[in-house]
């Protein structure tokens, strides 16, 4: 069974940890705790392979950057996640993409641009065509999901993990995961 490493990414107040908990554990947190980092596991059947899930949910706060940076470079892929009543929370995607490049060495990365808490209408600041045109110029993917209502939380998470597989069987030399299968196998015999 492949380990995909999952690391979220995002400012503060985005709703990172929210997303997370509502795929991992189907339960919504209404209280904002800023987190500076938590893990989690959970294994998922894509396209009938079993495959165990590792999220790291990473600190959005600035204070804790140097503890994000150095997690950067274990991921396999990436969600991006902004939250669409604050506008600010978009503009550092680019910032953010331009941060896992630096750290994994290249630019070709599994990422997923997540538009979170679509839920609240009434206070949306970020356009869906502003966010899906700001995707595009990146060449990522882009998603919107509410953590609170449950849209498109799994969906996120599938879709990350597809690119991830897909990324690791085109440049083999570059994934992570062929090279952890590689010292399993290793540790095997």
Do not use: W
Request: aromatic share 6%.
């Amino acid at each position: 069974m492949t380990t995909l490493r999952i690391v979220v990414v995002g400012s503060g107040g985005v709703g990172k940890s929210a997303l997370t908990l509502q795929f991992v554990h189907s339960k919504f947190i209404e209280v904002y705790e800023p987190t500076i980092e938590d893990s989690y596991r959970k294994q998922v059947s894509i396209d009938n392979k079993d495959h165990v899930l590792e999220i790291l949910d990473t600190a959005g706060q600035e204070e804790y950057s140097i503890i994000r940076d150095s997690h950067l470079r274990s991921g396999d892929g990436f969600l991006l996640v902004f939250a669409v009543d604050k506008s600010q929370t978009l503009e550092q995607i680019p910032k953010l993409k331009s941060q896992i490049a630096r750290a994994k060495e290249f630019s070709n990365i599994p990422m997923l641009i997540v538009g979170n808490k679509i839920d609240l209408v009434k206070d949306r600041k970020v356009k869906k065509s502003t966010a899906k045109q700001l995707a595009d110029s990146l060449d990522i993917p882009y998603l919107e999901t509410s953590a609170k209502t449950k849209i498109n939380v799994d969906e996120a998470f599938l879709q990350i993990s597809r690119l991830i597989l897909k990324f690791s069987d085109q440049n083999p030399s570059l994934s992570n995961l062929h090279k952890r299968k590689k010292k399993r196998a290793c540790l095997l015999l």
